[in-house]
């Protein structure tokens, strides 16, 4: 009973994760006045910049701004007394596509670190793998173009298996596969120890809650803190 529970929640998570016109709290960087307040923040700010560029994982759907996960990771930098701006770039039901589509416009400011967390909305639509590679390359590759310093961190994702065993199996293999073909820093699972746990998740049974994004947080510092 436990693992077709963890089951249900996780497919249902993915049904979703794509969809673009749910009731939603939080703001993304495409809202005007809050990409205008990012780009203030970012220019008074004398330190380094983290963008997390992502899906509704990454906004915080469901949820206040300063709940997210990204926020989280501020407020740590912060009580570490490490002088870094964190700008969250999250927008909900984006897929590679989309993100590759606005990638240029977010990218107006410098970027120290840059944290890709996209192809979870792939996954849900059947897109075919190599389009969501060729996007996640063609991210990582536009990043670097713009200035050649900045650190990037994939964000790995995993999906059920209702495409099938085999695109399921290669869809977990893709986000490894491409950071070490970029050589970037990976998150093997940004929802590990989430997934699939009612208590974690809203009442969607989908997007993590508060308390799961407070472990999210622990999973994308334990990467992140490496690239400081």
């Known amino acids: 009973m436990q693992t077709f529970l963890k089951f249900r929640y996780f497919?249902?998570?993915?049904?979703?994760?794509?969809?673009?016109?749910a009731p939603k709290k939080e703001a993304t960087s495409e809202d005007p006045q809050v990409a205008e307040e990012n780009q203030d923040t970012t220019n008074q700010s004398k330190g380094k910049v983290i963008m997390f560029?992502?899906?509704?994982?990454?906004?915080?759907?469901?949820?206040?701004?300063?709940?997210?996960?990204?926020?989280?990771?501020?407020?740590?930098?912060?009580?570490?007394?490490?002088?870094?701006?964190?700008?969250?770039s999250g927008l909900s039901g984006e897929t590679t596509s989309g993100g590759l589509n606005r990638l240029n416009w977010v990218l107006n400011q410098n970027v120290d670190i840059f944290v890709l967390e996209l192809g979870?909305?792939?996954?849900?639509?059947?897109?075919?793998?190599?389009?969501?590679?060729?996007?996640?390359?063609?991210?990582?590759?536009?990043?670097?173009?713009?200035?050649?310093?900045?650190?990037?961190?994939?964000?790995?994702?995993?999906?059920?298996?209702?495409?099938?065993?085999?695109?399921?199996?290669e869809f977990r293999k893709l986000?490894?596969?491409?950071?070490?073909?970029?050589?970037?820093?990976?998150?093997?699972?940004?929802?590990?120890?989430?997934?699939?746990?009612?208590?974690?998740?809203?009442?969607d049974g989908i997007h993590p809650t508060a308390k799961g994004h407070q472990i999210v947080k622990e999973t994308v510092w334990d990467i992140l803190k490496n690239q400081l």
């Open 11 to 21: 497919l249902v998570f993915f049904l979703v994760c794509g969809c673009g016109d």
């Open 175 to 203: 986000f490894p596969n491409v950071a070490a073909e970029k050589d970037v820093a990976l998150i093997p699972f940004l929802l590990d120890g989430v997934a699939g746990n009612p208590e974690l998740n809203l009442e």
């Open 53 to 88: 560029f992502g899906d509704s994982l990454t906004a915080g759907y469901g949820l206040e701004m300063e709940e997210a996960f990204p926020a989280l990771i501020q407020e740590r930098l912060d009580s570490l007394q490490l002088d870094y701006t964190v700008i969250n």
């Open 120 to 169: 979870a909305n792939d996954g849900l639509r059947g897109i075919p793998l190599n389009e969501t590679k060729s996007n996640l390359v063609a991210m990582i590759e536009l990043v670097r173009s713009k200035n050649k310093q900045t650190k990037i961190i994939l964000v790995g994702m995993q999906i059920p298996p209702n495409m099938g065993p085999e695109y399921t199996s």
